[in-house]
């Protein structure tokens, strides 16, 4: 009779380890393969001599990828039921970003490390050969241990355990040992068509490679060089806004900073579906704004919906009729009246939009509907974006970004207040049983570094203090100013405070000492 591991009276790591402890080759399949996971038992392939008859073959089945692209490999396998070369270049990649996803999880620690090091030592020297099997799903968990032992050459434990420490030693799992000859004849016979078959993959030399860049590797990185990969990927959404898309010839009189602007907000609202330019009072949002209407005209075939204040709406005629924008303006006190009705605009702008702070009024509902029905691009323009809370930003966010949309990032410093990574995720979750990568998340934080992290995503906004430190050129006599296109300069001024000095007593006809006269203080009381 077999034995039966179910890692509660029998566990199956122990058992597997001293079976190793005697062996010249083993070949083990499963479905998910931990890096981290792998020290429990490298020590023992360490003991192989290396190559394909004295290592250790691993086949990984069933992987942790989007489940509609591991699938979509059935539509590349041909007539002979070979897949496509390029599907096979695609899977590898893709296995590669989930095998790297798994060294960002989690804090690492000296053992991880040294265990990671030894991994892609053996994967070099081919003492760990890894594959990927492409053909079709494969969930299949089997060890086969080869060994100098004339009685048992062959050992094979078959169940449910996959490669990873909670498969091989924690509770809820069911395998079987199998030590007849001819039952570890037939499971070698299976692994080695599987290993042979074209839809099978070599992944060694990418895993690797993985290991060698990651916090793991063996050579120790210049602090240089990792402050230049911080400052490429800080930057790196307005290096490609720059690269990816070009500023209208009607709007070459825009100053560098406003181009700029331009081009960092054009990448938002095509990658999210919307931005917030929150420039301070002064410094053109409004041109940065019709340039951006321009720009997705130009390039995307958009027209767009101007919705602005009623005082605002000539000023914005003006700007429509200069540079020959295709859309409509609106005032806001007609949303409500004419925007249902009105024709799909895929674009919608709308200027002072700090007045849509309350998600509970008529306006604010009107043209949340009218967006989500047209799915139309945000542009959003606001020198006070921020009043009274975070909430009147994630009001003005909400236009265009579902509450529930997974956002890529979290609220950081209040899952560190609940405990931690993976504990306050949990607690988050029980708490306010939302996602914890989604806006309503973000709502529930009152930290500002969560919400200066999620507006980096969503907002250009620059002071009078950026400009002049980062476009302003400095005269022979230390002022700071801007150059136009056909050389003209523009000072910033000079905000010097000076007193002004006036009676509180005894004058009738100075205004301010009328305020703190007699009469007055008499009335207030």
């Not at 591991?5 to 083993?26: C, G, H, M, V, W």
């Not at 970003?97 to 994967?123: K, V, Y």
């Not at 951006?292 to 390039?299: C, N, P, R, S």
């Not at 006070?384 to 009001?395: C, E, F, G, H, V």
């Amino acid at each position: 009779m077999p034995r039966i591991f179910d890692n509660i009276d029998l566990q199956l790591l122990p058992i597997l380890r001293e079976t190793l402890k005697i062996s010249y080759r083993a070949d083990f399949c499963v479905g998910y393969f931990n890096l981290r996971g792998w020290r429990r038992i490298d020590d023992l392939i360490e003991q192989y001599v290396g190559g394909e008859n004295a290592c250790c073959r691993l086949l990984i089945g069933m992987q942790s990828l989007p489940s509609d692209e591991v699938h979509a490999a059935f539509s590349f396998i041909s007539g002979d039921g070979r897949i496509d070369n390029s599907a096979i270049v695609r899977f590898k990649k893709r296995m590669a970003a989930e095998f790297r996803q798994q060294l960002t999880i989690g804090a690492p620690t000296n053992q991880d490390e040294a265990g990671l090091r030894r991994l892609s030592h053996q994967l070099k020297t081919q003492k760990l050969i890894i594959k990927l099997f492409l053909r079709h799903s494969l969930h299949a968990k089997l060890y086969l241990v080869h060994r100098n032992d004339p009685n048992t050459p062959s050992v094979g434990f078959l169940g449910s355990s996959n490669l990873t420490l909670p498969g091989l030693a924690k509770q809820g799992e069911l395998n079987v040992d199998i030590l007849d000859h001819d039952a570890c004849n037939k499971l070698q016979k299976w692994f080695s068509d599987r290993w042979q078959d074209y839809g099978c993959v070599d992944i060694s030399q990418e895993l690797a490679e993985i290991i060698d860049q990651s916090w793991a590797r063996q050579d120790l990185v210049s602090p240089y060089y990792i402050y230049l990969k911080i400052a490429y990927h800080l930057s790196h959404e307005a290096i490609a806004g720059l690269s990816e898309f070009r500023i209208p010839r009607e709007f070459n009189n825009l100053f560098d900073f406003q181009k700029a602007a331009v081009q960092l907000a054009a990448r938002h609202v095509t990658r999210r579906g919307g931005v917030l330019v929150g420039d301070v009072v002064g410094l053109g949002k409004t041109l940065v704004g019709t340039a951006l209407a321009k720009i997705l005209q130009e390039d995307c075939y958009l027209e767009t919906l101007i919705i602005c204040p009623k005082n605002l709406v000539s000023m914005w005629q003006e700007y429509k009729d200069n540079y020959r924008l295709h859309g409509e303006i609106m005032p806001i006190s007609q949303v409500q009246n004419k925007l249902p009705t009105l024709q799909r605009y895929r674009v919608v702008l709308i200027d002072e939009s700090h007045n849509l702070r309350n998600r509970e009024g008529k306006r604010y509902r009107t043209i949340i509907e009218y967006i989500t029905a047209n799915e139309s691009k945000c542009i959003l323009l606001s020198a006070t974006p921020y009043n009274k809370s975070y909430l009147d930003l994630s009001a003005q966010l909400r236009l265009f970004v579902p509450e529930d949309q997974d956002l890529g990032l979290r609220p950081e410093a209040l899952i560190n207040e609940l405990g931690g990574s993976s504990i306050g995720e949990l607690e988050f979750i029980r708490k306010h049983q939302c996602s914890v990568r989604s806006l309503a998340a973000f709502e529930k934080s009152e930290h500002p570094d969560d919400w200066r992290e999620l507006m980096k995503r969503y907002m250009v906004r620059r002071t009078r203090s950026f400009i002049k430190d980062n476009y302003a050129h400095t005269d022979e006599t230390g002022r700071k100013y801007l150059e136009f296109s056909d050389g003209r300069r523009s000072y910033f001024p000079q905000r010097l405070p000076r007193s002004i000095k006036f009676p509180l007593e005894g004058s009738s006809t100075d205004f301010y000492a009328r305020l703190y006269s007699e009469l007055v203080g008499f009335l207030r009381t």
